[in-house]
T-cell receptor, first 117, second 111 residues
């Protein structure tokens, strides 16, 4: 079984500042993917960034980057130059890829991020 | 590419009634997933299709829930004899590989 834990239910950041959202996970699989999804208020879930577990290099997508610590099973998201449009729920998700069957995403409970003007 | 679409977006029903939701995946995606999301929680996996075959079902998917994907295209999720605990957002996602793309969801309210 997989678990994903997001220990920060809510966070806030001033516009243009940097914020880091935490995520830890547990899985017995050797191969897996990790994702951060963004869910703005009353809008659909959007993929923000992904990380393949076999890659040591941390993924970056414009203002979004991750700090992937495989041994610690930690996968944090850093948002630089925060913008008002970044206000949303952010979900960390784990996708184990064993080839043996399960293709489900396991999500954390989410972190509600508010960007303050 | 119009993305994943779901219909209806909102459904209010009385306890005991049956409801059916529809999901249209991105056209070239062969995998389709259903998740349920309750307030303040992350989505929880319900079931997964590869083409028309339902390959995985969660323990959350009780006997009152059934899902189909005829001809490997759109999918339907039916809930029979709805209960108040079924009130949630029902999300559909599709993928070709490991990246899942989500639809806007169907919000179900059981009164």
């Amino acid at each position: 079984a997989q678990t994903v834990t997001q220990s920060q239910p809510e966070m806030s950041v001033q516009e243009a500042e940097t914020v880091t959202l935490s995520c830890t996970y547990d899985t017995s699989e050797n191969n897996y993917y990790l994702f951060w999804y963004k869910q703005p208020p009353s809008r659909q879930m959007i993929l923000v960034i992904r990380q393949e577990a076999y890659k040591q290099q941390n993924a970056t997508e414009n203002r979004f980057s991750v700090n992937f610590q495989k041994a610690a099973k930690s996968f944090s998201l850093k948002i630089s130059d925060s913008q008002l449009g970044d206000t949303a729920m952010y979900f960390c998700a784990l996708y184990p890829y064993s080839g043996a069957g399960s293709y489900q995403l396991t999500f954390g409970k989410g972190t509600k991020l508010s960007v303050i003007p | 590419d119009t993305g994943v679409s779901q219909d209806p977006r909102h459904k209010i029903t009385k306890r005991g009634q049956n409801v059916t939701f529809r999901c249209d995946p991105i056209s070239e995606h062969n995998r389709l997933y259903w998740y349920r999301q309750t307030l303040g929680q992350g989505p929880e996996f319900l079931t997964y299709f590869q083409n028309e075959a339902q390959l995985e079902k969660s323990r959350l998917l009780s006997d009152r829930f059934s899902a189909e994907r005829p001809k490997g295209s759109f999918s339907t999720l039916e809930i029979q004899r709805t209960e108040q605990g079924d009130s949630a957002m029902y999300l559909c996602a599709s993928s070709w590989a490991y990246e899942q793309y989500f639809g806007p969801g169907t919000r179900l309210t059981v009164t």
